[in-house]
């Protein structure tokens, strides 16, 4: 019934007249907090960083229109974020000297609660499936919106941290494989919990945070090992302003093909007998898979149109073959020809979901195999 009720309300015509004033309100507000912002830290930001910060009121103005939860997520962040900034007052210094910023908003402080949040979240949303408790899961979706708040706001502090450094150094934090693996659980985070309130089940939570569970580990372990959550400046080739666009686009792509493998095991456990009772219909999770491949193949076909005019400008060619290139391509031709094979064939049922699940593999070794076992001109994305 909520499923009908959104797409009727999405879809009728007078739209904009069904928007409330408090609507009008949250909208108002976030143009005069972009305006706010470039003025106060415009002189930090070139052409592409304002033009992606004004557009950035109008499209959450949308997604909050289309999606409550958003009109409280984006203040809530922002306010904290902003909390955490001034705390700083110029210097990298006071993270270690002042208690919010050392225990809380510092950008590795809030990152490791938004780990620990997800894997409470992962615990509690099991708990729930196992027990067939309605307070689990209620428990790990809130949790699993306290880390969505806790990760961006370590982002966005970590994006003026990067500044404090040197206005040279500072960057968007989307440039190394600690700041990427951060963005996709994120990412993942974020469609889950709105696939959580469209179709008014949580049911698939426990499965989705196994995934980003397992990302926060090794986010973890890269941490610990490597040193990877210190700032560090761009190389050459990510001086780009492609660069603020390539990345974002290529993990929504990354986390809609992860969330989507993990709908497809909850698919394949009901299909066979298992979780029958405690698990939405086969028709949801069948929507849901293909929803999120079609979401994340778009935004992975721009991902790639952008990677190659990207190429283009630092390396002279739009294609090189590189081995993170080939990879790029192989999953897009797996997604590509999923969609087709759905569209044009009805593919559906368990080839769909055991195809869906075995794409996370592709998709995992473009992600982070490449960076594993091949080298390339992507070189600097390296363990």
């Known amino acids: 019934m909520e499923l009908s009720q959104t797409q009727t309300y999405s879809q009728a015509p007078g739209y904009f007249k069904r928007l409330t004033a408090f609507d009008w309100l949250y909208a108002l507000a976030l143009v005069g907090a972009s305006l706010f912002a470039l003025q106060r830290?415009?002189?930090?930001m070139d052409i592409y960083e304002e033009?992606?910060?004004?557009?950035?009121?109008?499209?959450?103005?949308?997604?909050?229109?289309?999606?409550?939860?958003?009109?409280?997520?984006?203040?809530l962040v922002a306010a904290l974020s902003l909390?955490?900034?001034s705390l700083y007052d110029g210097s990298l210094d006071n993270a270690n000297t002042r208690f919010f910023l050392k225990y809380m908003l510092?950008?590795?402080?809030?990152?490791?609660?938004?780990s620990t949040l997800f894997v409470f979240s992962t615990v509690f949303y099991w708990i729930g499936l196992v027990a067939r408790s309605p307070f689990g899961g209620a428990v790990g979706s809130k949790l699993a919106w306290a880390a969505i708040v806790m990760g961006w706001t370590g982002m966005m502090v970590r994006w003026f941290e990067s500044y404090l450094i040197g206005p040279d150094v500072g960057h968007i934090p989307v440039s190394n494989l600690y700041e990427v693996f951060v963005l996709f659980a994120l990412i993942t985070a974020m469609f889950y919990v709105y696939y959580e309130y469209r179709y008014q089940t949580r049911q698939l939570g426990p499965f989705v945070m196994l995934i980003i569970t397992a990302s926060v580990a090794f986010l973890l372990w890269y941490t610990v090992a490597r040193g990877a959550s210190?700032?560090?400046?761009?190389?050459?080739?990510?001086?780009?302003w492609w660069m603020k666009i390539h990345v974002p686009a290529n993990f929504i792509g990354y986390g809609t093909f992860a969330l989507a493998a993990m709908v497809a095991s909850a698919y394949l456990l009901k299909s066979h007998g298992k979780l029958v009772?405690?698990?939405?219909?086969?028709?949801?999770?069948?929507?849901?898979?293909?929803?999120s491949i079609s979401?994340?193949?778009?935004?992975?076909?721009?991902?790639?149109?952008?990677?190659?005019l990207w190429a283009a400008e630092a390396w002279g060619g739009y294609w090189s073959w590189d081995p993170k290139e080939t990879w790029a391509l192989i999953v897009w031709l797996n997604y590509a020809a999923w969609l087709h094979m759905r569209l044009v064939s009805g593919?559906?049922?368990?080839?769909?979901?055991?195809?869906?699940?075995v794409g996370l593999l592709v998709t995992t070794f473009a992600f982070l195999g490449v960076n594993m076992f091949l080298s390339g001109l992507h070189s600097y994305g390296e363990l």
């Not at 830290?41 to 930090?44: A, C, K, L, M, R």
């Not at 949308?62 to 997520?73: E, I, S």
């Not at 009772?277 to 929803?291: A, F, H, I, N, Q």
């Open 41 to 44: 830290y415009g002189h930090f």
């Open 51 to 75: 033009v992606i910060l004004l557009a950035a009121a109008p499209v959450f103005a949308a997604l909050g229109w289309h999606w409550k939860p958003v009109r409280w997520l984006v203040p």
């Open 277 to 291: 009772d405690r698990l939405p219909s086969l028709e949801v999770l069948e929507d849901v898979m293909y929803k």
């Open 83 to 85: 909390f955490g900034i």
């Open 295 to 308: 979401v994340g193949f778009a935004f992975f076909t721009v991902a790639t149109i952008l990677g190659a």
């Open 230 to 240: 210190e700032i560090q400046p761009l190389v050459p080739a990510l001086q780009s």
């Open 106 to 114: 510092s950008s590795q402080s809030a990152i490791l609660w938004m």
């Open 347 to 357: 593919l559906r049922g368990n080839i769909a979901a055991w195809w869906a699940l």
